[in-house]
């Protein structure tokens, strides 16, 4: 797929392990695994390359240590670029807020990179031009914990603060040529019926006076609140019309993870409501009714992106970007069904029909090989039986072809008790030569000497 595809970047949206509640051994095991099996050729985004994140990178001084240059320009190191994984955390990595502790987190961020992050990239640009040339911003953020109660605050505090110090850094939301891509994990909220998972939290069990000390142990999407704080902070946009741009915000995408059958949907406000609320719909629909290019709709296009297991046939997702005629950033994604499950069936079953044909065939031939041999040795026995049957007959006629030509000469003088005694002896040399001529014709067919 990489090498049909091509891409400029690579991100994996969560999931990377299989299981939270594994060890350190097992981790390491499994971590090694990802790096040399499934992703070879990849590493994680380093801290040299991150522009934004919190805690703040350490220095050798003990300080922050800044970036040499405050972005990447995009088709520089395009191939290091290809090879750098955007790693997002996501339940089974570092487990719901409930699970979610400093050691989890470390042992995370030590095998595949910072929990949140930002990263910026700018197109080639002439160092005189007075305009900023096309940037693209994409943030990694880790929402396993933006809904409370926690297991571990600290954690929580950080993702926070990494939201308010990106957002504090951003462009104005007037601001053109500028597009905003937010990898997390677990998908914005939406009513029941939108996509395959509806509205879900679990918690752990409740303490004597009636708090969860150990937090949220399920959900399958953020909150009402959650949800809107990304959209309104990281992307801009309003229920007032008044507020800087319309209210539209900034441009961009999110894509998520975590729902296995994935889901492509448009969430937006209406801000001609006595009332406006964020509502989603299945992007076709959206489209469809024309609520992206409305005006008084700010909105933002969120892809859950369909899991890559065999199950959901290996799905991958692909985005494209490009710059329009106005030098405005469009987007577009697909998902690609790596593997068809059809093929899996029919590989599966054609190898179950030759196995069973196979076994038959093994059968057939030991029962065939047995049966052979015994009618080899009834041939043998047939074959001598008959040799000696011809012998015998040839003696006899023979006998009879010499009695009968000696017996007008020979018998006509002979008494009757001679002619006796002279048949007893012709019988007996009658049947020793038939046995001579059994015996020799059972060897010439057993090719055995005599």
Not at 244 to 261: C, F, M, Q, S
Not at 267 to 286: G, M
Not at 335 to 353: E, K, Q, S
Request: aromatic residues 8%.
């Amino acid at each position: 797929m990489r090498w049909w595809s091509r891409p400029t970047h690579v991100t994996v949206l969560g999931d990377l392990l299989g299981s939270q509640w594994i060890d350190d051994e097992e981790f390491e095991w499994r971590s090694t695994r990802f790096w040399n099996r499934v992703f070879p050729e990849h590493e994680k985004i380093s801290d040299d390359l991150i522009h934004t994140t919190v805690p703040p990178i350490a220095g050798a001084d003990g300080g922050q240590e800044p970036r040499s240059q405050p972005f990447h320009t995009i088709g520089e190191d395009a191939q290091a670029w290809s090879t750098r994984l955007m790693n997002v955390a996501g339940n089974h990595d570092i487990g719901y807020a409930g699970d979610l502790t400093l050691e989890r987190a470390s042992r995370f961020e030590r095998a595949f990179g910072r929990l949140n992050y930002a990263l910026e990239f700018r197109l080639p640009s002439a160092p005189e031009a007075q305009e900023q040339a096309p940037t693209l911003r994409v943030v990694v953020l880790n929402n396993m914990n933006l809904d409370t109660p926690v297991y571990e605050p600290t954690l929580q505090t950080n993702t926070y603060d990494f939201i308010n110090t990106y957002v504090g850094s951003s462009y104005p939301v007037e601001q053109s040529g500028v597009f905003t891509i937010l990898l997390t994990h677990i998908p914005l909220h939406k009513i029941d019926g939108v996509c395959s998972d509806g509205p879900l939290f679990d918690f752990h069990e409740s303490g004597e006076n009636g708090t969860f000390p150990h937090g949220i142990r399920e959900q399958n999407h953020l909150s009402d609140a959650a949800s809107r704080g990304i959209l309104e902070s990281i992307f801009g946009k309003s229920s007032s019309p008044v507020q800087p741009g319309g209210g539209r915000g900034r441009k961009g995408i999110v894509l998520t993870g975590h729902d296995h059958e994935g889901c492509d949907v448009y969430h937006f406000i209406n801000q001609t409501s006595p009332e406006p609320k964020w509502e989603a719909r299945r992007w076709p629909a959206a489209q469809a009714q024309g609520i992206p290019s409305d005006p008084s709709l700010p909105g933002l296009r969120e892809v859950t992106v369909r899991s890559v297991m065999g199950d959901f046939s290996g799905n991958l997702g692909l985005m494209s970007l490009w710059l329009d005629e106005a030098g405005e950033w469009q987007s577009g994604f697909a998902d690609c069904r790596a593997v068809r499950a059809w093929v899996w069936w029919v590989v599966h079953v054609v190898d179950c029909i030759a196995l069973a044909v196979a076994a038959v065939w093994g059968v057939v031939e030991f029962y065939a090989s047995g049966a052979g041999s015994n009618r080899s040795k009834r041939r043998v026995n047939g074959v001598a039986r008959a040799g000696i049957r011809a012998a015998g007959m040839r003696g006899r006629s023979g006998d009879r072809g010499d009695t009968g030509n000696s017996s007008g000469s020979d018998t006509s003088t002979l008494s009757s008790g001679q002619k006796k005694s002279l048949r007893r002896k012709r019988s007996k040399q009658s049947m020793r030569d038939d046995l001579g001529a059994g015996r020799r014709q059972l060897s010439d067919v057993l090719e055995v000497p005599e």
